[in-house]
């Protein structure tokens, strides 16, 4: 009998299929697969987070300095109306991922995340290049959080007193103590920093709209003025696509969520929202406040380039244009904590993707072994040795350099979109050609394998297009035009590295890839069943008939928060 499970407390139930005996999926993965996932006590996970902590790491993952700061230099390129468009579009299509997204991980919440997905209803190639490429990713971006961070400490004590390398070091070592103990801590202080996030923007959401509507201190109404002059686009378009890259952190956070097919399709349902409201209101009223030919909004673009603080908001734009000063120190620590939580929470999604790796078979063992709270250590200390690099920001002359790394290892994040979709798109036709209907699934993408095709070409569009300015010939140093050659191989290098680690694998492992009737779609499933089983009872024997939260809480507060 398969697991009876509710969607939603208003739903009705849905019956998930019966897996195959415990021989036949053992004599089925040795005989289509070839390889084994680690599966023991000694190599598992805790399925420690809580459904609050969940959603709200959802959303937060996706709010950071992109937000705050990066809006700035896209409205300056683009104008008002094109990033609202812009940042609308990319929306839309993050949403279409993180629903395929949870529909996998809905049916089956692997401790591999979505890397486990790709080898296991795709191909195995596929998932050993998403996972590379994944790991790659964010071991760069998780020592560039480290130096933004040090860069805002600037603001109150400059790096001629104290080196920046000392900042660097003590943010290091939190982190790294942060994630060593364990799910339960690291789950509720990212909640509680997420929550953070989350007001900061709320607030600064309320104060925009009250200047729009002119409610500063200069009582001016602004409207759509600075739509009309100097105009709402410019010719030179702009892109919104690593605002929202990190979105899909809940994929990773799947293997230790509590009740994951509760608790993941309902934060997939709220990104939606959240989408709209702290993305696309957040540049709709910047486009309003902010002239896109504004002198301070010129200033802030380049001090974004070179540093990471407050002056480089357009928020903070807005706010001197309307006669409200002394707030940037507030909000530049509001920044700091952005870029902590974004550190502390890199070093997690480097570390779980090098346990799934390990788990998958495509990397050493010993990176998919767990301690007795279920943290994998020695991927832990392989991914934290690694962030020391951020070191080499201490000194100008590499500066440089790493900055030409972070710019490599981006393009890997439409890539995990891509991968995503794709898998996506193989789950549903192995699905459906093993008899696997939408009636019997916690969770289904609404718009189906339409929404799937239709995300995957814009995104395989803003990867080949997403350093489009990398054509157009620059001024040089001596005055003359040349071709932006270093921009254009740090944007695009990542594609054929991602193209070959997949060619690379095929023609070692000769594997073919999986078809729709190969694909394994209930490996482990018994397990996490049971595990689902046992939770539901534990927890209705702890509530004992007990009240939930009400219809207001669910209603106004939950999607929030």
């Known amino acids: ?21 415990s021989e036949e999926k053992d004599s089925f993965t040795a005989a289509h697969h070839g390889h084994g996932s680690l599966d023991t006590p000694a190599t598992g996970l805790h399925r420690g987070l809580k459904s609050r902590q969940i959603t709200m790491i959802a959303i937060g993952g996706a709010i950071g300095t992109g937000l705050i700061i990066g809006t700035g230099s896209s409205l300056a390129k683009a104008g008002p109306l094109s990033i609202l468009i812009s940042y609308s579009i990319v929306g839309f299509i993050v949403y279409m991922v993180m629903c395929a997204l949870g529909e996998m991980a809905a049916y089956l919440p692997l401790q591999s995340g979505f890397t486990g997905y790709a080898a296991r209803f795709c191909d195995p190639a596929l998932g050993f290049s998403l996972g590379y490429t994944y790991w790659f990713k964010y071991i760069i971006v998780t020592p560039n959080q480290l130096t933004a961070a040090s860069l805002v400490l600037q603001y109150w004590v400059p790096r001629e007193k104290v080196n920046p ?26 909640f509680w920093l997420s929550s953070i996030k989350v007001l900061t923007i709320v607030g600064l959401l309320i104060l925009s709209l009250v200047l729009v509507l002119g409610g500063g201190p200069d009582h001016d109404r602004k409207g759509f003025r600075y739509w009309k002059n100097p105009g709402a686009m410019k010719p ?27 608790v993941i399709p309902r934060a997939i349902k709220l990104t939606f929202w959240r989408i709209v409201v702290f993305y696309v209101l957040s540049v709709l009223l910047i486009g309003m406040l902010v002239p896109y030919n504004s002198d301070r909004l010129s200033f802030a673009t380049k001090t974004a380039t070179t540093g990471t603080s407050a002056s480089a908001s357009p928020f903070v734009v807005a706010m001197i244009d309307s006669g409200i000063t002394g707030l940037a120190g507030f909000l530049n620590a509001c920044i700091l904590i952005f870029v902590f939580s974004a550190a502390n929470s890199d070093l997690y999604i480097a570390t779980r993707t090098l346990y799934g790796l390990a788990k998958e078979g495509n990397s050493a063992r010993i990176f998919a072994v767990t301690d007795s709270r279920g943290v994998p250590i020695y991927a832990l200390g392989l991914s934290a040795a690694i962030a020391c690099i951020a070191f080499l920001n201490v000194a100008d002359d590499s500066k440089k350099v790493f900055t030409y790394f972070v710019n490599l290892v981006t393009i890997f994040g439409i890539l995990t979109w891509i991968s995503i979709l794709v898998t996506h798109i193989y789950f549903v036709k192995a699905r459906r050609a093993q008899g696997i209907e939408n009636h019997q699934l916690a969770y289904v993408a609404p718009f189906g394998l339409y929404g799937t095709y239709f995300a995957l070409g814009f995104c395989i569009v803003i990867a080949l297009f997403k350093n489009f300015d990398a054509f157009v010939y620059v001024k040089g140093r001596a005055g003359g035009e040349h071709f932006d050659y270093v921009n254009f191989i740090t944007g695009y290098l990542g594609i054929p590295l991602y193209l070959a680690m997949i060619i690379g694998y095929k023609l070692v492992s000769k594997n073919k890839g999986w078809t729709a009737e190969t694909a394994d779609l209930y490996s482990g499933k018994a397990a996490i069943d049971q595990e689902e089983e046992e939770f539901l009872a534990n927890k209705a024997a702890k509530q004992g008939g007990g009240k939930t939260r009400g219809w207001f809480y669910r209603t106004f507060v939950a999607w929030l928060f």
């Open 165 to 190: 390398g000392v900042f660097i070091a003590v943010f290091l070592v939190v982190i790294v103590l942060v994630n060593y103990l364990g799910i339960k801590y690291f789950g509720e202080i990212e």
């Open 236 to 262: 030179l378009y702009g892109t919104a696509t690593f605002a929202y890259l990190g979105t899909e952190l809940v994929g990773v956070t799947v293997g230790e969520a509590q009740n994951p097919r509760r």
């Open 1 to 21: 009998m398969g697991l009876i499970h509710r969607k939603d407390p208003d739903t009705k139930v849905a019956r998930f299929p019966s897996p195959p005996s």
